[in-house]
Structure formats: C-alpha cells, structure tokens
C-alpha cells in the first residue's frame, strides 16, 4: 500500500486550535480519515501521512481552514464532498499595510455586519484573518460569495454588493439550486 504525506504550516497561534483540548480536535480529524497527523508546536509545521490520497487532501484542506481562523466544527464541514475552501489573498488587492486594514474593514464592515450578510445571502462561512479572507461553502455558493468578496475588495459600494446577492440568490432559488 502506498503511503501519501503533505507538510504544512500553520500559524503558531493556531497550533492550539488544530490540537485541541485533551489532543481532541486532532485526534478526530485523524479517526475521521484514518489519517496521522505530527504537530511542531513551536514551528506551526503540520505533517500529515494516510494511504488514501482524498482523505489527505480533505485534511489538508481542514488544517489550511483551522490555521487560516475557522473554529474546527466548521473546517469538519470539508469532509463532506460538496464543501470546498477557498482562499483570498489580501496582499493582491492592498498595496500598503494601511490599505490592508481598510480592506479588511470593508469585508468585516461595522460590528461584523458586512461579512454576517455575505454569510447569510451565499450560505457561507468567511473568516478574516491576517493577510487572507478565507472561505467555507457548497461549491455552488462559493463562486457567489468570492465575487461578493472581491467587488468590495476592488470598492464596490455594500449595497451594490448585497442587492447584487439578493438577485441572485432569487435566481437560484427558482432554479432549484438553493
């Protein structure tokens, strides 16, 4: 049998998220995808070996969503076939670090407004976090809330965005998508 291995890294503060209390996050993950997972808490680095390629690619992609802010009741939600996670690269849209922060601001919007509504209108999950605005959903829904994500990251007034959403999402639900 063939045995299969990424190396990742994580930020070192979310070391103690993927571990969990008691060891119990990664002892899930691992039970769930009869996959092995080595932690260097000091390094952030994150090895993982398993002898199924899919269950190791969906554990990648969970250690990427843990690292990159989700709670690890949602990063599980990727072990269902029709979730992905995708990731937006802040450093792409904000060429200084004062931009970086109001871009993080338009996408989070006041007292967590903009991105509730975002979550809401696509069936989504989005976490801000650093340099990333990473994001968790059914395939189909992803592909609307990215745009949603990128119109305000390219300066898209918020309403624009949600009526935008709206219409769409009417769209979706009368062809049986939603």
Same mark, same amino acid.
């Given at each position: 049998?063939?045995?299969?291995?990424?190396?990742?890294?994580?930020?070192?503060?979310?070391?103690?998220?993927?571990?969990?209390?008691?060891?119990?996050?990664?002892?899930?993950?691992?039970?769930?995808?009869?996959?092995?997972?080595?932690?260097?808490?000091?390094?952030?680095?994150?090895?993982?070996?398993?002898?199924?390629?899919i269950s190791?690619?969906?554990?990648?992609e969970i250690?990427?969503?843990?690292?990159? #802010?989700?709670?690890?009741?949602?990063?599980?939600?990727?072990?269902?076939?029709?979730?992905?996670?995708?990731?937006?690269?802040?450093?792409?849209?904000?060429?200084?670090?004062?931009?970086?922060?109001?871009?993080?601001?338009?996408?989070? #919007?006041?007292?967590?407004?903009?991105?509730?509504?975002?979550?809401?209108?696509?069936?989504?999950?989005?976490?801000?976090?650093?340099?990333?605005?990473?994001?968790?959903?059914?395939?189909?829904?992803?592909?609307?809330?990215?745009?949603?994500?990128?119109?305000?990251?390219? #300066?898209?007034?918020h309403s624009?965005?949600?009526?935008?959403?709206?219409?769409?999402?009417?769209?979706?639900?009368?062809? #049986?998508?939603?």
């Open positions: 049998m063939t045995e299969y291995s990424y190396e990742l890294k994580i930020p070192k503060e979310r070391v103690a998220v993927l571990i969990g209390k008691s060891g119990e996050t990664k002892k899930q993950l691992e039970t769930e995808t009869k996959t092995k997972i080595k932690v260097d808490s000091d390094e952030g680095d994150v090895f993982v070996s398993g002898e199924d390629a190791l690619f969906s554990v990648r250690i990427k969503a843990i690292g990159r #802010g989700f709670n690890p009741e949602l990063a599980f939600l990727l072990l269902q076939q029709d979730y992905v996670f995708e990731v937006i690269d802040l450093r792409d849209y904000a060429p200084t670090k004062k931009h970086f922060l109001r871009l993080k601001g338009r996408v989070i #919007g006041s007292e967590g407004k903009s991105r509730r509504i975002i979550e809401e209108l696509t069936e989504t999950y989005l976490s801000v976090y650093g340099k990333t605005i990473s994001l968790i959903g059914q395939a189909e829904n992803i592909g609307l809330a990215r745009k949603a994500v990128e119109g305000l990251l390219e #300066g898209s007034p624009n965005i949600y009526k935008w959403l709206e219409g769409r999402r009417k769209e979706m639900k009368r062809s #049986g998508l939603m």
